[in-house]
Structures are given as C-alpha cells and as structure tokens.
C-alpha cells in the first residue's frame, strides 16, 4: 500500500488512537505529551493547530454524553432541509458535492462493464481508501479499525464484477477535497433505489448536526422502515461525505458503524470541533 504519512500526521493519529482507547478514562495535557515525545505547549499547539480544538476539549467531545447533547441541541430535522432545496447535493464544511446515482439496471449487474479506479490517502481518520468512476467517487473506507486488506475487500465486494484499477493520480483531485473538505468533488452513488434514497437524505445533514434512523425513515416517506434505513445507512459505500457517522439512535446512543465506532466518535468530535472554532466557542 502506498501511502506517504507525514510526521505530524504521525503523531496525532496516535494521539488520537490513545485518546479513544482511554475511554471515559480523560489523558492529562502531561502524559499525552509524553507518549508522544513532545513537551506539552508543542504538543497543545500542534494538536490545537491540526484538529481545531485543545486535547482536553477533543475528549470532551468524544464522550456518550455530547452524542446525547447533540441530539438535544442539533438534532436536524431532514423534512427542513429537503424544503429548503438541500435535496441531491449540498455544503459539507466548504466542500460542494455534486451527486450521480447509477440506474437500478446498471446496479443490478454487479458492475459488469464498469471501471473503478482506487488508491490510498492520508485522512483525520486514518488510512483511507478512495475508489470512483470516471463520474466521480464511488466508494470511500477507512482502514483504522477493519485494516487495509478487509477495507479492500469489503468496497469490491460491492461492485463484484467490475474492473479495478490502481490509479491513485486519476482519484487524487476529488480524494485531496473529500478528505480536506475543501473545494468540490463528484460522487458517482451505486445502490439499489431504496438505499439511494437514505443515502440522499444523508446528505441533508448540516455538519456538526446529528438525526435518527426514525428520522430518516420518516423523510424518505417509510415511517416504519426504520431497520431497514439502519441496514441501508450501514451499507454507505461512500463514508464521511454520505455522512453516514451522523445517524444515531433516539436514546442518543452511537449505534453501529461499518468502519469501525471509534472511527465514528472521532468523526463526529472533529465535526463539532470545527463548528464551535467557527462559531467562536472557547476551545480550552
């Protein structure tokens, strides 16, 4: 796998990966700082400048009980946002999406005749493996938690009969804003109708907000599919843009994530950093 990873890149992933294996267990500013070779005014720096927020805030956001006061405090209503015309494309950060999806016909056929290009990028989440069309990103794993080889695996399996082909160059102009969230990238969706359907809904959610799987059972007109919009959430193959990570359960729980739920708690840690930094909350 190649895959250029630079210094700090290096350090806060494992910062990141200590934080989350501590639990509700909090890591002092001191002993992060320590595992991580740094004095502590670099340290805060460093991870202050690369996730937006101090190391003591990112645990806070981390825990059970901000997934719950996300519900209560931005929980979306995806009816609004259909109204307002966020349907089919829309604003993630400062990125613009501009979405595809394939026909039901196209779908049913396993991917015979289609070419899908992938390669391996740097992310906030880790390793992530890109694969898309000459139409735009198809697929989009993280390989944290599940590793390379599975990450591999699980996206062809989506698409069995297709052709693959490594081309990292080809995919790099829509990986860098996808996984920078910047700019403009293309999504090329390929699913069955009903999965299409969730996955757009998906796309209403404003970053740094959260919705339920009843919720979006209820947008797409299937108030009582609320288990199979669970099955078509965790069947996104295009992850952190089909902002699949943001669906939670009513109690506030984090429910399941294909890719693994720490992968998922720091996703939703990043986005709310990032929104409080925006809005100017203090990050201490």
């Known amino acids: 796998m190649e895959h250029t990873e630079t210094?700090?890149?290096?350090?806060?992933?494992?910062?990141i990966e200590a934080i989350d294996a501590a639990g509700d267990q909090p890591l002092s500013l001191a002993d992060l700082a320590r595992d991580m070779n740094m004095s502590p005014a670099h340290f805060q720096r460093l991870f202050s400048t690369?996730?937006?927020?101090?190391?003591?805030?990112?645990?806070?956001?981390?825990?059970?009980?901000h997934a719950?006061?996300?519900?209560?405090?931005?929980?979306?209503?995806?009816?609004?946002?259909?109204?307002?015309?966020?349907?089919?494309?829309?604003?993630?950060?400062?990125?613009f999406v501009r979405w595809e999806a394939m026909s039901p016909g196209d779908y049913a056929r396993d991917g015979t005749d289609l070419t899908i290009y992938w390669g391996w990028f740097e992310s906030h989440f880790g390793p992530a493996l890109v694969m898309g069309t000459d139409r735009g990103i198809c697929g989009l794993a993280f390989a944290a938690e599940a590793g390379p080889e599975l990450a591999m695996v699980d996206l062809k399996s989506r698409w069995p009969k297709a052709t693959y082909i490594e081309d990292p160059t080809f995919l790099r102009p829509w990986?860098?804003?996808?996984?920078?969230?910047?700019?403009?990238?293309?999504?090329?969706?390929?699913?069955?109708?009903?999965?299409?359907?969730?996955w757009e809904a998906l796309l209403t959610i404003p970053s740094g907000h959260v919705t339920t799987y009843s919720e979006i059972a209820q947008s797409i007109g299937k108030p009582k599919a609320v288990r199979a919009v669970g099955t078509a959430v965790g069947r996104n193959p295009v992850s952190w843009l089909i902002p699949c990570h943001r669906a939670l359960r009513k109690s506030g729980g984090l429910g399941g994530y294909h890719w693994g739920l720490p992968v998922k708690r720091a996703m939703l840690a990043w986005e709310s950093a990032r929104k409080d930094v925006s809005a100017g909350v203090n990050s201490l």
């Open 7 to 15: 210094y700090h890149y290096q350090v806060m992933r494992r910062a």
């Open 50 to 65: 690369w996730v937006g927020v101090s190391p003591k805030r990112y645990q806070q956001y981390l825990t059970l009980a």
């Open 68 to 95: 719950k006061s996300l519900l209560k405090e931005r929980f979306t209503t995806l009816e609004t946002a259909h109204a307002v015309g966020l349907s089919g494309s829309g604003r993630l950060h400062d990125l």
């Open 175 to 198: 990986a860098t804003a996808a996984l920078g969230m910047t700019g403009e990238t293309k999504l090329h969706m390929i699913g069955a109708p009903f999965q299409l359907k969730v």
